[in-house]
């Protein structure tokens, strides 16, 4: 059973930097990918950022590039998001996912950032960003 666990959620101010983390227990040898999304009060849920884990390939959304980095420790068998330059648009609830089946991938006719291609999830972790 694979289970997800983040953490490192706060309030900042806009122009600060956060770093969030997703412990990551249980077997994932056989990830297609991880990710990270969001999603803020009234609004769908959206990814913020990925990994396709084979081929080591990064996206990440339009709204958080060169802003946000995400990382993987294998060691620590963890998965992190730096984000700097946060803005007020930034606030949400973040969850970390794991895609074991390869729904996500472009092989199975999936795309990175769709909710729907991820089967396990995170509680996840509030964001706040104040202006």
Same mark, same amino acid.
């Given at each position: 059973q694979v289970q997800l666990v983040e953490s490192g959620g706060g309030s900042v101010?806009?122009?600060?930097?956060?770093?969030?983390?997703? &412990?990551?227990?249980?077997? *994932?040898?056989? &990830? $297609?990918?991880?990710?990270?999304?969001?999603?803020?009060?009234? =609004?769908?849920?959206?990814?913020?950022? &990925?990994? $396709?884990?084979?081929?080591?390939?990064?996206? $990440?959304?339009?709204?958080? =590039?060169?802003?946000?980095?995400?990382?993987?420790?294998?060691? =620590?068998? *963890?998965?992190?998001?730096?984000?700097?330059?946060? =803005?007020?648009?930034d606030t949400a609830m973040y969850y970390c996912a794991a895609d074991l089946h390869g729904t996500s991938t472009p092989q199975y006719g999936g795309v990175w950032h769709d909710p729907a291609e991820y089967n396990y999830w995170g509680q996840g972790t509030q964001v706040t960003v104040s202006s």
């Open positions: 101010q806009a122009g600060g930097s956060l770093t969030l983390s997703c &412990a990551v227990s249980g077997d *994932t040898r056989n &990830a $297609y990918s991880m990710g990270w999304f969001r999603q803020a009060p009234g =609004k769908e849920r959206e990814g913020v950022a &990925a990994i $396709y884990i084979s081929e080591r390939r990064i996206n $990440y959304s339009d709204s958080v =590039k060169g802003r946000f980095t995400i990382f993987q420790d294998k060691d =620590k068998n *963890t998965l992190g998001l730096q984000m700097s330059s946060l =803005k007020p648009e």
